[in-house]
T-cell receptor, first 112, second 114 residues
Framework: GQQVMQIPQYQHVQEGEDFTTYCNSS?????IQWYKQRPGGHPVFLIQ?????EVKKQKRLTFQFGEAKKNSSLHITATQTTDVGTYFC????????????FGTGTLLAVQP | ETGVTQSPTHLIKTRGQQVTLRCSSQ?????VSWYQQALGQGPQFIFQ???????GRGNFPPRFSGLQFPNYSSELNVNALELDDSALYLC?????????????FGQGTRLTVV
């Protein structure tokens, strides 16, 4: 079945350092979504990318969707302690449902 | 906040028991999806309800069942609980069935089976 993998599983950075997480799907995706889950919290939607090669920015966060629409990345510039959490990419599972296939997630720890 | 509310927030059950979890979707959303999130893993799709009908199911046994009501709120029922059912259960509401819409998650129900 469809699989979505993310690397790294865990990253620990000093505040102010940059951070990148990579997402790879076993199948071509019509779109990719990114969610952030704070420790003890629930996933919160960050962004959706639809077009091949698309790049979107949200303040210090930069999201990219690969040309082949099978991979994506999230880059955070100058991390802050508020960036702590697990970042998940998610792609549609196909068919008529709105189900999402979530990636394995990357847990970001930021040391002040 | 998303406007999606789940109850209860925490629950402890004994193996073999049955449990019902509830979700109120965001106003105007007609689709509710349920996910199971084990510790340290990503959410896994259980099933989805669209306008009161099941609209897709993940790899979960039949003892996981659900309902959606006319006001689009939903229930997740799990029978014959097993220890491995211990997880965070997340409800997500969205508008429409397609895979292009953002999912709004509730805060989840933390189920512990002992």
């Amino acid at each position: 079945g469809q699989q979505v993998m993310q690397i790294p599983q865990y990253q620990h950075v000093q505040e102010g350092e940059d951070f990148t997480t990579y997402c790879n799907s076993s199948t071509t995706l019509s779109n990719i979504q990114w969610y952030k889950q704070r420790p003890g919290g629930h996933p919160v939607f960050l962004i959706q990318l639809v077009k091949s090669g698309e790049v979107k920015k949200q303040k210090r966060l930069t999201f990219q969707f690969g040309e082949a629409k099978k991979n994506s990345s999230l880059h955070i510039t100058a991390t802050q302690t508020t960036d702590v959490g697990t970042y998940f990419c998610a792609g549609p599972g196909g068919g008529a449902t709105n189900k999402l296939i979530f990636g394995t997630g990357t847990l970001l720890a930021v040391q002040p | 906040e998303t406007g999606v509310t789940q109850s209860p927030t925490h629950l402890i059950k004994t193996r073999g028991q049955q449990v019902t979890l509830r979700c109120s979707s965001q106003s105007g959303h007609n689709t509710v999806s349920w996910y199971q999130q084990a510790l340290g893993q990503g959410p896994q799709f259980i099933f989805q309800y669209y306008r009161e009908e099941e609209n897709g199911r993940g790899n979960f046994p039949p003892r996981f069942s659900g309902l959606q009501f006319p006001n689009y709120s939903s229930e997740l029922n799990v029978n014959a609980l097993e220890l491995d059912d211990s997880a965070l259960y997340l409800c997500a509401s969205s508008l429409g069935r397609g895979g292009f819409t953002e999912a709004f998650f509730g805060q989840g129900t933390r189920l512990t089976v002992v």
